[in-house]
C-alpha cells in the first residue's frame, strides 16, 4: 500500500465528531502507541496490484482445480445433486491450495474510491443487497495472505497436496447430502492415505496440515471471487460458471475469461 493512504486517516472516525484529535489525545497515542496503525487502514478496500498477470494466475489454478476434481472416479460416481454441494463447498480451499502449490503470490494496493454518479446509483439501494465481501478490506486479505503463508511453510510434498484435495473435496458435512455416509468413508479414506506417507515429522504434521486445511474453509468464497475472478468475469454467478465447468467439457471454451489460464 502506498504511504499516500495513510494520509487518509485524518478524516476518519478515530478524530471525533470534530475530525480533529485533542492534543493531550495525540501525545498520549505517539507516547504509549507510537507504532500502532489507524485501525481504519485495516478496513479499507483493496484490490489487486497486478490484476491482470494475478488473474491470469487465478484462472490457470482454478481450471487445474477443476480438472482435479472432473478426474476423481469416486467423485464421478456420486449423484449429480452431491457433485454440486461438494464443488460449492470446497471450491475455495482447493483452490487456495492450489495457489499454494503453484506458488502464486499477489500484492494489492488501495481501491480507486467510486465515482461520484457510481455513489448516486447505489445510494437508493439497501446494503443488504450489496453482498458481503463484495469489496474485499486490507484487513481481509491479510488474513488469507497468513493462511497461504502457514502452508507454504510445510512445505507440502506432491503426495501430501494430492491425499489433502481429497479429504477437503469429500466433505460429508455439508448440508444436503444424498450419500454422505460413503462419502465420509472416502474423506476417511483420504486421511488415512495422507498420515500412511513417511515423513520425520509425522505425528505432529498430519494434524497441523488438517487444521490449516479447516482454515482455508473459513475463507468467505465472496472475498476469493471479488479479489481474483470479479476483475475478469463482472458480475456473472461464480457457482454457474463453476458447475459448466464441471459438467460440460466442450462449454469451457464458450466462458470469455478461461482462455486467460492457457
Known amino acids: 500500500m502506498s504511504s499516500g493512504a495513510d494520509a ?15 492534543i493531550l489525545y495525540t501525545l498520549l497515542s505517539q507516547e504509549l502507541r507510537p507504532r500502532q496503525q489507524c485501525p481504519c487502514r485495516q478496513r479499507r478496500a483493496v484490490c489487486l496490484r497486478t490484476p491482470q ?30 457433485q454440486l454441494l461438494l464443488l460449492d463447498g470446497c471450491w475455495v480451499p482447493l483452490f487456495l491450495l492450489g495457489l499454494v502449490q503453484e506458488m502464486v503470490t499477489f500484492e494489492v494496493t488501495e481501491a480507486p474510491a467510486p465515482s461520484m454518479l457510481k455513489k448516486i446509483l447505489l445510494s437508493g439501494q439497501s446494503k443488504g443487497q450489496e453482498p458481503e465481501g463484495a469489496q474485499p478490506t486490507l484487513a481481509a486479505v491479510q488474513r488469507l495472505q497468513g493462511c497461504l503463508n502457514s502452508f507454504w511453510r510445510l512445505d507440502l510434498s506432491p503426495s501430501e497436496f494430492t491425499y489433502l484435495r481429497g479429504a477437503i473435496l469429500f466433505n460429508p458435512d455439508i448440508p444436503g447430502l444424498r450419500a454422505a455416509l460413503y462419502i465420509e468413508s472416502l474423506q476417511r479414506e483420504a486421511q488415512r492415505a495422507l498420515r500412511e506417507l513417511p515423513h520425520p515429522a509425522h505425528r505432529q504434521r498430519v494434524p497441523h496440515t488438517l487444521r490449516l486445511a479447516a482454515s482455508l474453509g473459513s475463507v468467505p468464497a465472496a472475498l476469493v471471487t471479488a479479489l481474483f475472478f470479479r476483475p475478469i468475469i463482472g458480475d456473472a454467478a461464480m457457482g454457474e460458471l463453476l458447475a459448466e465447468m464441471l459438467f460440460e467439457v466442450s462449454g469451457w471454451p464458450r466462458a470469455p475469461w478461461l482462455p486467460l489460464a492457457r
Not at 487518509?8 to 485533542?22: F, I, L, N, T
Not at 487465478?58 to 456420486?78: G, Y
Open 8 to 22: 487518509g486517516c485524518e478524516r476518519c472516525r478515530c478524530h471525533g465528531k470534530e475530525r480533529q484529535p485533542a
Open 53 to 82: 498477470l494475478t488473474c491470469r494466475a487465478a484462472s490457470h489454478v482454478l481450471l487445474k482445480t477443476i480438472s482435479f476434481v472432473k478426474n476423481v472416479a469416486a467423485f464421478r460416481l456420486l449423484p449429480r445433486e452431491d
